[in-house]
């Protein structure tokens, strides 16, 4: 053979892979299997649709998922809580549906450990074999929060593993809610449109990046007809052809995301407004809230105030209960608003303008004082006063301090000389430090250990517990008004006496309130009952033992048996010539803010009426006030 015919050879052969390769490239596009029915359930038995639920979400996923499968597609089913199933029976089923949840850490719900349990274990086993659901076809669809950051959908993602391995075929892949990303419900429905698809015997392409749809073949089809006109980006190396090739995917305009990559999304959703909403909260702009208190109502008609007014010397009528942030970092066991609030560990939202804030607050709050006009009690000297907010607690929900403008938020109000009472749940160290001075400034001390705080608080950080003791070392820092606040939940934290008592020398607050937890009815998310509220009489125990605990630098200075709550106090600082003086002169307060200079909690303290002392008869009830007590009518047994 000459050396010019083994040349051409040689390039006749170059061109032959090269043009063989494009081709398989463009087929590889469309698809490297072809197209296949996948057919409907040949065994008469039902398919199973199991729901794998912690707070009652997937559940609720899991019915309206069979309601489109039975009731509108004719595709029998049957509705399975993995806790009645024997995990053993798996090998006879022919069609399996998972709806399954992320709990924390991970970790499956309650209702479906031994499930998944015995999945884990079985796939592991060598004597199953990867045959064993060989004849089941399968679809998994998880919900979760991508707050959570690796177990995002977890549990999920690891029963599509096990049930592969197990030989099992899947569907369609693994979908992914995600509870706190606003997108769960167009994701489960895409994803069940999918579903239903495959099992009415819908044309589905397989290639080794998963699967791809009969609605979507159209599309893709198009793509790969699309030559480019000077699409330089279309051009194809022969050496990438295998699979490493440009992509084809679309640039993202943000502009066109709705905000979603810019920090620019609505924080409240449309389904969490209804929720919150139905609570009674009424939602300012985009991520702000404002509600009225039962003890603003309560004052108003010369009823009695709350707790504060007992401490503090705040004037319940005239307090204006908001937040600048509906979202919070922790999913609390007694969250008042059962988590239909927004949840980050940082700000991703769009952001109201500070004065908008607190002019809208303020308009929504008059408006809901003007409703109680004509209610029995409430005369025109309080409405009006009502009508005149001179105090506002930045506690309401979510986590205040994670609004980016908070200082801007705490000046407007105080020019208005509107005194601030803000709570922070002790996970953002660096926005307290970052704080200018407020009224009085809360720290959520919900527990004294790391165990029980992350029961408790279930924090989304993973790093919570030094987050939280950062904060109380930044609260030592303050120069204004600091306070422990302390909820207890009996059976949880209140045996903890001797580890709250060192959680004193990081912060050296000012006051350490100590509640009773409210009980805000039964929720999925929640497993406190009236059996985790403690009487005031326990309250009073447990303050009595964390006063002796800090050998006299704390006494008990005050009460408000209504609210089952106790005040602890700095004796040097506040108990001045055998009185305590816990309340606030709020006008010295707003003087001392309009010079500019610093300023410490004792320049601005006022003495405690003896009514609001720790023992006193009246039991932190205001005498000027009128006791109320409804008459309750139980109805006798037959």
Not at 51 to 78: C, E, H, V, Y
Not at 264 to 288: C, D, F, W
């Amino acid at each position: 053979m000459t050396p010019s015919s083994l040349s051409t050879r040689l390039t006749l052969f170059a061109l032959l892979s090269a043009t063989t390769f494009y081709f398989l490239y463009k087929s590889r596009r469309r698809c490297l299997k072809p197209l296949k029915h996948l057919p409907l359930n040949p065994n008469p038995r039902p398919g199973k649709l199991f729901f794998l639920t912690q707070t009652g979400t997937s559940k609720a996923l899991a019915q309206r998922l069979l309601d489109l499968l039975s009731s509108k597609n004719n595709i029998p089913f049957d509705l399975v809580d993995p806790h009645t199933y024997e995990p053993e029976d798996l090998p006879k089923e022919s069609l399996i549906i998972i709806i399954a949840s992320t709990w924390e850490d991970g970790n499956p719900p309650q209702n479906s450990k031994f499930f998944v349990n015995w999945l884990a274990d079985i796939s592991t086993d060598f004597r199953a074999g990867n045959l064993l659901l060989s004849d089941c076809k399968f679809a998994v669809f998880g919900v979760g929060s991508r707050l959570y950051g690796d177990t995002f959908n977890a549990v999920a993602r690891d029963l599509g593993k096990r049930l592969r391995g197990l030989g099992a075929t899947e569907m369609v892949p693994v979908g992914e809610g995600d509870v706190d990303g606003g997108e769960l419900e167009s994701v489960f429905e895409g994803w069940s449109e999918k579903v239903v698809t495959v099992l009415k015997g819908g044309l589905v392409m397989e290639n080794e990046n998963g699967i791809v749809y009969e609605s979507d073949v159209e599309s893709l089809e198009s793509d790969d007809d699309d030559d480019g006109e000077g699409g330089g980006e279309d051009i194809v190396d022969l050496e990438d052809i295998a699979g490493k090739g440009p992509s084809r995917k679309k640039s993202v305009n943000v502009a066109e995301t709705n905000g979603k990559l810019d920090g620019k999304r609505e924080m409240v959703t449309p389904v969490i407004r209804a929720n919150l909403e139905k609570q009674g909260y009424k939602i300012i702009g985009s991520h702000r809230g404002v509600k009225i208190c039962r003890w603003t109502k309560s004052q108003l008609r010369g009823r009695g105030g709350c707790y504060k007014h007992s401490f503090y010397g705040i004037e319940s009528h005239r307090c204006m209960e908001a937040t600048p942030s509906l979202a919070c970092a922790n999913k609390c066991v007694f969250c008042w608003r059962h988590h239909t609030n927004p949840v980050g560990k940082s700000w991703q939202w769009k952001m109201d303008d500070p004065l908008e804030i607190v002019n809208t607050a303020i308009d929504l709050h008059t408006k809901m004082i003007k409703q109680t006009k004509g209610v029995p009690g409430v005369t025109q000297e309080r409405l009006m006063e009502g009508l005149s907010p001179q105090h506002c607690a930045l506690s309401l929900v979510g986590e205040p301090i994670m609004y980016p403008e908070i200082n801007a938020l705490v000046d407007e109000l105080h020019r208005r000389r509107i005194s601030t009472f803000l709570v922070t749940n002790a996970q953002f160290p660096e926005k307290i430090k970052m704080l200018k001075p407020v009224t009085q400034l809360y720290v959520s001390v919900d527990a004294a250990t790391k165990d029980s705080l992350k029961a408790i608080d279930r924090p989304l950080f993973g790093d919570f517990w030094e987050r939280f003791i950062d904060s109380l070392k930044a609260l030592k820092e303050k120069h204004q008004r600091t306070v422990y606040r302390l909820t207890l939940v009996k059976g949880w934290n209140t045996e903890d006496v001797d580890a709250y008592s060192k959680l004193f020398v990081l912060g050296k607050p000012d006051f350490v309130e100590i509640k009773g937890v409210t009980y805000c009815g039964s929720s999925a998310t929640s497993k406190l009952t009236m059996e985790n509220v403690p009487w005031h009489s326990d309250v009073r125990a447990f303050s009595e033992a964390l006063a002796l605990k800090s050998a006299g630098e704390y006494e008990v200075a005050c009460e408000h048996a209504h609210s089952c709550c106790v005040l602890l106090a700095k004796t040097e600082k506040f108990k001045v010539n055998g009185q305590w003086h816990t309340w606030i002169d709020y006008e010295k307060f707003h003087d001392l803010v309009a010079l500019g200079r610093p300023f410490d909690s004792e320049d601005y303290m006022a003495l405690t009426p003896s009514w609001a002392v720790y023992g006193a008869e009246e039991g932190g009830f205001d005498p000027d006030q009128s006791r109320y007590k409804k008459e309750r009518h139980h109805k006798s047994k037959r």
